[in-house]
């Protein structure tokens, strides 16, 4: 028998999403920035109900596991470490699965989780009652979805919520703002649905928000001509060293020799490699890792470098986008792009790095062939990876679902493969701090 997918309809387009499918089940995370653009939190959203795939969900099937919180499944199965090393995680919870045995589904700190409502759920004494007992736990919580007219039926619940999250696109955002500062000045506000820098600036100059919500920190850029930073010209010369099919160690390692973070870094990593550590210069080092690790790693880590200065968000969809993008090239039947594919991943967002059309900065850093095809014009063989990537992001998950179907892909494959993305993120960052 054919497993039943469940894939949400829930269809939220540009908000920074990260998608992992547990179960059968797609589930996004979603950043949450505070003033400084710095990751303060990911909220997790799922939802199992699906027609598209499986009709028969309709009726009596479609409650099935509603007691169940899908998010707390998500983190017990993956660990709360790979999906945020040290921040919060905001977790729906359902009229139903609010009354659920939250402790039983994940053993995580309850002070690292968020139950977040919305307004299926009454401001009625059964549900009050549940809100003071999860809080006695250690849990904190948080609303979202309410009306303004919704705001004075809800004053029971408001004394509870430590977050309430504010829809810049569809209400009176800087009304709602003063309302919760004047009554409950000891609530978070998140401002959500913003889909600009210059919505951001705005709401961060007139201030009241703790955390910030949607697409701004990744819009691509269309137009334009900024000025390129001094050392990250460094980082595009070393760049077209090493994406030249054949370039030279030696070159590439007197180029690294420029920048200290890169040099410990390499050191470090190939001295961890080499059974007699012993590696003490930069072309040695070079010469131990050969030409094809070598170029992955600076890759890797310059672009890293590069995004220094940006959200490190950015830096998380770049790297996960190259690990995703490789991980799905065998599922594809492209074994042998699995490079071009990394470096296709890697680069999706080096229009936002420097902050230029992504055609130019792709002449910037000297790519061609097929990682152009698919970066610009969105054509070529590797344009259906980034597709699918893409929708995962988005969250268009009826679409991954119709993706998935006319290519005959399997769909715990492709779960495995961002699965395994998220590992080797992790990885790589607990490498870095090391």
Same mark, same amino acid.
Not at 109 to 133: K, Q
Not at 224 to 230: L, M
Not at 303 to 308: G, K, Q
């Given at each position: 028998?054919?497993?039943?997918?469940?894939?949400?309809?829930?269809?939220?387009?540009?908000?920074?999403? #990260?998608?992992?499918?547990?179960? !059968?089940?797609?589930?996004?995370?979603?950043?949450?920035?505070?003033?400084?653009?710095?990751?303060?939190?990911? %909220?997790?959203?799922?939802?199992?109900?699906?027609?598209?795939?499986?009709?028969?969900?309709?009726?009596?099937?479609?409650?099935?596991?509603?007691?169940?919180?899908?998010? &707390?499944?998500?983190?017990?199965?993956?660990?709360?470490?790979?999906?945020? @090393?040290?921040?919060?995680?905001?977790?729906?919870?359902?009229?139903?699965?609010?009354?659920?045995?939250?402790? %039983?589904?994940?053993?995580?700190?309850?002070?690292?989780?968020?139950?977040? &409502?919305?307004?299926?759920?009454?401001?009625?004494?059964?549900?009050?009652?549940? &809100?003071?007992? =999860?809080?006695?736990?250690?849990?904190?919580?948080?609303?979202?979805? &309410?009306?303004?007219?919704?705001?004075?039926?809800?004053?029971?619940?408001?004394?509870? /919520?430590?977050?309430?999250?504010?829809?810049?696109?569809?209400?009176?955002? @800087?009304?709602?703002?003063?309302?919760?500062?004047?009554?409950?000045?000891?609530?978070?506000? !998140?401002?959500?649905?913003?889909?600009?820098?210059?919505?951001?600036?705005?709401?961060?100059?007139?201030?009241?928000?703790?955390?910030?919500?949607?697409?701004?920190?990744?819009?691509?850029?269309?137009?334009? %001509?900024?000025?390129?930073?001094?050392?990250?010209?460094?980082?595009?010369?070393?760049?077209?060293?090493?994406?030249?099919?054949?370039?030279?160690?030696?070159?590439?390692?007197?180029?690294?020799?420029?920048?200290?973070?890169?040099?410990?870094?390499?050191?470090?990593?190939?001295?961890?490699? #080499?059974?007699?550590?012993?590696?003490?210069?930069?072309?040695?080092?070079?010469?131990?890792?050969?030409?094809?690790?070598?170029?992955?790693?600076?890759? #890797?880590?310059?672009?890293?470098? /590069?995004?220094?200065?940006?959200?490190?968000?950015?830096?998380?969809?770049? =790297?996960?986008?190259?690990?995703?993008?490789?991980?799905?090239?065998?599922?594809?039947?492209?074994?042998?792009?699995? @490079?071009?594919?990394?470096?296709?991943?890697?680069?999706?967002?080096?229009?936002?790095?420097? *902050?230029?059309?992504?055609?130019?900065?792709?002449?910037?850093?000297?790519?061609?062939?097929?990682?152009?095809?698919?970066?610009?014009?969105?054509?070529?063989?590797?344009?259906?990876?980034?597709?699918?990537?893409?929708?995962?992001?988005?969250?268009?998950?009826? *679409?991954?679902?119709?993706?998935?179907?006319?290519?005959?892909?399997?769909?715990? %494959?492709?779960?495995?493969?961002?699965?395994?993305?998220? *590992?080797?993120?992790?990885?790589?960052?607990? @490498?870095?701090?090391?």
């Amino acid at each position: 028998m054919n497993p039943v997918y469940n894939i949400s309809d829930r269809n939220r387009k540009g908000d920074g999403l #990260t998608i992992v499918q547990v179960d !059968c089940m797609l589930i996004a995370l979603v950043p949450l920035f505070d003033e400084n653009m710095a990751v303060k939190a990911y %909220s997790v959203f799922s939802q199992k109900d699906n027609y598209f795939l499986d009709p028969m969900m309709q009726g009596t099937r479609q409650n099935d596991g509603a007691a169940v919180i899908d998010g &707390l499944e998500l983190i017990s199965t993956m660990g709360i470490e790979t999906l945020s @090393e040290d921040k919060e995680i905001f977790v729906p919870v359902s009229n139903i699965s609010i009354f659920s045995d939250v402790e %039983s589904q994940c053993d995580a700190h309850h002070d690292r989780i968020v139950f977040l &409502l919305d307004n299926t759920i009454p401001p009625v004494p059964m549900y009050i009652d549940r &809100l003071i007992e =999860l809080r006695e736990k250690g849990y904190k919580l948080a609303i979202r979805k &309410l009306a303004v007219s919704e705001f004075e039926d809800y004053r029971e619940v408001f004394k509870l /919520m430590d977050y309430v999250f504010l829809d810049n696109r569809r209400i009176a955002i @800087e009304k709602a703002r003063i309302y919760f500062s004047k009554l409950y000045p000891n609530i978070k506000l !998140c401002a959500g649905g913003i889909d600009s820098m210059d919505v951001f600036e705005k709401l961060k100059t007139i201030g009241g928000y703790q955390l910030y919500e949607g697409d701004f920190y990744r819009v691509p850029v269309t137009k334009g %001509s900024h000025e390129v930073a001094p050392l990250k010209v460094n980082y595009i010369e070393l760049l077209n060293v090493v994406n030249d099919a054949n370039f030279e160690l030696t070159k590439a390692a007197d180029i690294i020799g420029r920048d200290t973070a890169l040099t410990i870094s390499l050191l470090k990593m190939v001295n961890r490699m #080499t059974v007699n550590s012993g590696i003490t210069t930069i072309r040695h080092a070079a010469a131990m890792l050969g030409q094809k690790e070598l170029r992955k790693w600076i890759n #890797t880590a310059v672009v890293n470098e /590069m995004y220094a200065d940006k959200p490190s968000e950015v830096t998380r969809v770049s =790297l996960l986008r190259a690990k995703f993008a490789e991980n799905l090239g065998p599922i594809f039947g492209m074994r042998d792009k699995i @490079e071009e594919l990394f470096l296709m991943g890697l680069f999706s967002v080096l229009d936002v790095i420097l *902050e230029k059309p992504m055609a130019e900065a792709l002449e910037m850093v000297m790519v061609a062939g097929e990682v152009k095809d698919a970066l610009i014009n969105g054509s070529g063989r590797l344009a259906p990876v980034l597709n699918l990537i893409q929708q995962y992001e988005n969250a268009n998950w009826q *679409e991954v679902t119709r993706l998935l179907l006319l290519d005959k892909k399997d769909v715990d %494959s492709v779960n495995d493969a961002y699965k395994g993305s998220l *590992e080797w993120y992790r990885d790589l960052m607990y @490498e870095k701090v090391k």
